[in-house]
């Protein structure tokens, strides 16, 4: 397989390779049929997967969000883990940069277009175009379109900014000088993703949330696609309640069109979470959410549905 444009394929995995972070978790990705393209200089990785799967599709037909942030994460992580020689090197050297450091989400942003929800738009298999988006002294961001392979059409485009962070001191940590001056001049965005902290109005509805074991991922923490789960379980009680204006059964069929998300804290299973979320009367079809511990706000949310 090539990507648009001169390109190699990854070698399937031997035993001579590095022993890499994970290994068995991106073996299970190989076995679901995820391949990997990565162009000469390192600048696109280009995953192919099977699609979103039955369990992705809603009561209306339409791709779940956390299943569509959920196919591009696997996309993204195989990109940037899968070894692409015997030395265990990966693309943009990612796995050697993140070695001995943890990365945490900070923000991300998703905008999906309208055919993302039209059942005449084929989705099996899919592509993932995986890039850089910028590198800041310990941010960075990565961009990905989920992209339809027989005709180049982009369903999604996807922005993730992370934050690298010092396993003892458990604070933001520099990026390696070496791996700035490598592929700083790939990134595609020039600027980080920054979104603005949401200021919660005294009248915002109430849901309540406690995390379950289901509900986290490989460090034990609440997965980043959670939130939204709760988010949107939050929007429709908010529905079924009646207390939303200009957000009912038939905005929420139309599908998402943009979605932004900041991450504040960790939340871990056991704990007690409340969703506030609340609507504004010049923004129809958007809902405005902030998930909150003790309360203190961990994560932030904003969904805008299509007319």
Same mark, same amino acid.
């Given at each position: 397989?090539?990507?648009?444009?001169?390109?190699?394929?990854?070698?399937?995995?031997?035993?001579?390779?590095?022993?890499?972070?994970?290994?068995?978790?991106?073996?299970?990705?190989?076995?679901?049929?995820?391949?990997?393209?990565?162009?000469?200089?390192?600048?696109?990785?280009?995953?192919?997967?099977?699609?979103?799967?039955?369990?992705?599709? +809603?009561?209306?037909?339409?791709?779940?969000?956390?299943?569509?942030?959920?196919?591009?994460?696997?996309?993204?992580?195989?990109?940037?883990? !899968?070894?692409?020689?015997?030395?265990?090197?990966?693309?943009?050297?990612?796995?050697?940069?993140? +070695?001995?450091?943890?990365?945490?989400?900070?923000?991300?942003?998703?905008?999906?277009?309208?055919?993302? !929800?039209?059942?005449?738009?084929?989705?099996?298999?899919?592509?993932?175009?995986?890039? $850089?988006?910028?590198?800041?002294?310990?941010?960075?961001?990565? *961009?990905?379109?989920?992209?339809?392979?027989?005709?180049?059409?982009?369903?999604?485009?996807?922005?993730?900014?992370?934050?690298?962070?010092?396993?003892?001191?458990?604070?933001?940590?520099?990026?390696?000088?070496?791996?700035?001056?490598?592929?700083?001049?790939?990134? %595609?965005?020039?600027?980080?993703?920054?979104?603005?902290?949401?200021?919660?109005?005294? +009248?915002?509805?109430?849901?309540? %949330?406690?995390?379950?074991?289901?509900?986290?991922?490989?460090?034990?923490?609440?997965?980043?696609?959670?939130?939204?789960?709760?988010?949107?379980?939050? $929007?429709?009680?908010?529905?079924?309640?009646?207390?939303?204006?200009?957000?009912?059964?038939? *905005?929420?069929?139309?599908?998402?069109?943009?979605?932004?998300?900041?991450?504040?804290?960790?939340? *871990?299973?056991?704990?007690?979470?409340?969703?506030?979320?609340?609507?504004?009367? +010049?923004?129809?079809?958007? *809902?405005?959410?902030?998930?909150?511990?003790?309360?203190?706000?961990?994560?932030?949310?904003?969904?805008? !549905? !299509?007319?």
């Amino acid at each position: 397989m090539t990507d648009q444009g001169s390109g190699s394929t990854a070698p399937a995995i031997n035993s001579d390779a590095k022993p890499r972070p994970f290994r068995s978790k991106y073996q299970n990705l190989i076995d679901m049929g995820y391949s990997l393209t990565v162009n000469q200089d390192e600048s696109l990785a280009v995953v192919e997967a099977p699609g979103p799967s039955f369990e992705s599709f +809603d009561v209306y037909g339409n791709c779940k969000i956390w299943s569509i942030m959920r196919l591009m994460g696997a996309c993204r992580y195989f990109a940037y883990h !899968y070894p692409l020689d015997r030395t265990g090197h990966s693309f943009m050297d990612y796995g050697q940069m993140t +070695d001995g450091m943890f990365t945490f989400m900070a923000s991300s942003q998703f905008e999906i277009e309208k055919s993302m !929800y039209d059942r005449h738009v084929s989705k099996w298999p899919v592509k993932v175009n995986v890039q $850089l988006g910028y590198i800041g002294k310990s941010s960075t961001n990565s *961009v990905s379109s989920l992209i339809v392979p027989s005709t180049g059409e982009t369903l999604v485009r996807n922005v993730n900014q992370i934050v690298a962070i010092d396993k003892e001191t458990r604070k933001p940590t520099p990026f390696p000088s070496w791996w700035k001056e490598k592929h700083g001049d790939k990134a %595609v965005r020039k600027e980080p993703l920054i979104i603005q902290k949401l200021s919660r109005p005294d +009248d915002a509805h109430t849901y309540s %949330v406690r995390v379950s074991w289901s509900e986290t991922d490989m460090y034990n923490h609440v997965n980043w696609a959670s939130y939204v789960v709760y988010s949107i379980d939050a $929007l429709h009680h908010g529905i079924k309640e009646g207390v939303l204006r200009g957000t009912n059964k038939e *905005v929420v069929k139309n599908g998402i069109q943009k979605m932004q998300m900041a991450y504040f804290g960790e939340c *871990v299973e056991g704990d007690q979470l409340t969703v506030y979320f609340w609507e504004m009367g +010049d923004q129809p079809r958007t *809902v405005y959410f902030s998930i909150e511990r003790d309360g203190t706000s961990v994560f932030q949310n904003t969904l805008t !549905y !299509y007319q």
